[in-house]
């Protein structure tokens, strides 16, 4: 167990709809990041949390948004789900944006029917 | 803008046999450089860091990498493989953005198979 949480592990959902995945950081981690990883695509960044703040975004779709709560715990929506968003998705954390070193949570596995 | 490279999509060897993973990368300035290991159904766990100091990194897992600096590379290696080591391996070099924060930017990973 990495200490970072991700719910659900898996999530098989229909085109059109909206889902929700959930990530808790490791105890003490400030910094939140959601990264995508598909079979074409590779593992891409698509955005990042620190405090509660969002501070940077990568290649997220408009259809997709996330925030982080007073709790740390951080939520990526996708909606209008398309039979491409399936993917592996990773939450990772770390201490500070200065701390170079991620820990990843084990991912939720989206697949869009 | 800073990125990594991993020119194998696959690398095959037999158990004991010594294993590189090559990592080739392109920064401005100094590179901080990572190796991360995804096993199935898993995430990404990480193995070693370049930041500064010794061009030879150790890491988890009796993994080592080299930093070249003249051929811009960041090969993970270790000495005598297991089959226990097959698995995923990302290549990650951190890249500033203009907000003053950073991210880590990884390859698209190279698949270790170790035959017994």
């Known amino acids: 167990d990495s200490g970072v949480t991700q719910t659900p592990k898996h999530l098989i959902t229909a085109t059109g709809q909206r889902v929700t995945l959930r990530c808790s950081p490791r105890?003490?981690?400030?910094?939140v990041y959601w990264y995508q990883q598909s079979l074409d695509q590779g593992l891409q960044f698509l955005i990042q949390?620190?405090?509660?703040?969002?501070?940077a975004k990568g290649n997220i779709l408009e259809r997709f948004s996330a925030q982080q709560f007073p709790d740390l715990h951080s939520e990526l929506n996708l909606s209008s789900l398309e039979l491409g968003d399936s993917a592996l998705y990773f939450c990772?954390?770390?201490?500070?944006?200065?701390?170079?070193?991620?820990?990843f949570g084990s991912g939720t596995r989206l697949t869009v029917v | 803008a800073q990125s990594v490279a991993q020119p194998e999509d696959q690398v095959n060897v037999a158990e004991g046999n010594p294993l590189t993973v090559k990592c080739t990368y392109s920064?401005?300035?100094?590179?901080?450089l990572f190796w991360y290991v995804q096993y199935p159904n898993r995430g990404l766990q990480f193995l070693l860091k370049?930041?500064?100091?010794?061009?030879l990194v150790k890491g988890s897992y009796g993994f080592e990498a080299e930093f070249n600096k003249s051929q811009t590379s960041f090969h993970l290696k270790k000495p005598s493989a297991l089959v226990s080591d097959s698995a995923l391996y990302f290549c990650?070099?951190?890249?500033?953005?203009?907000?003053?924060?950073?991210?880590?930017?990884f390859g698209t990973g190279t698949r270790l198979l170790v035959s017994p």
């Open positions: 990772a954390s770390s201490v500070a944006p200065e701390n170079y070193g991620y820990t």
């Open positions: 949390y620190y405090n509660g703040e969002e501070r």
């Open positions: 105890s003490g981690d400030l910094s």
């Open positions: 370049y930041i500064t100091g010794d061009n």
């Open positions: 920064v401005s300035g100094n590179p901080y």
């Open positions: 990650a070099v951190r890249r500033l953005m203009n907000t003053g924060f950073q991210k880590l930017v």
